[in-house]
Nanobody
Framework: QVQLVESGGGLAQAGGSLRLSCAAS????????MGWYRQAPEKQRELVAV???????NYADSVKGRFTISRDNAKNTVYLQLNSLKPEDTAVYYC????????????WGQGTQVTVSS
């Protein structure tokens, strides 16, 4: 089992920055991918940034050039740096981890609220 805990959300002004953290614990071996998703009111959850199975990164078009995903393997932690924030970035941000041991299993954190004011 994997437990994910997000932190770092809050209120920011347009053009400001936030740094989100996701700490993984439990049986974390064989995690294939980790990434960040977000969900705004009345919208579906969408991918924001992810480390692929091969270690590269993918970003949603809407955040390219503004957000950066990074990791600290020693701390089992993934980060998301949010720069040049826009009001449309307002959402609950969720950390995701995927295992595949014969079957795919996804783990989710509780989410952290990011609110960007105009």
């Amino acid at each position: 089992q994997v437990q994910l805990v997000e932190s770092g959300g809050g209120l920011a002004q347009a053009g400001g920055s936030l740094r989100l953290s996701c700490a993984a614990s439990g049986i974390i071996f064989s995690i294939n991918t980790m990434g960040w998703y977000r969900q705004a009111p009345e919208k579906q959850r969408e991918l924001v940034a992810v480390f692929t199975k091969g270690g590269s990164t993918n970003y949603a078009d809407s955040v390219k050039g503004r957000f950066t995903i990074s990791r600290d393997n020693a701390k089992n932690t993934v980060y998301l740096q949010l720069n040049s924030l826009k009001p449309e970035d307002t959402a609950v941000y969720y950390c995701n981890a995927e295992k595949f041991l014969g079957v795919r299993v996804d783990y989710w954190g509780q989410g952290t609220q990011v609110t960007v004011s105009s």
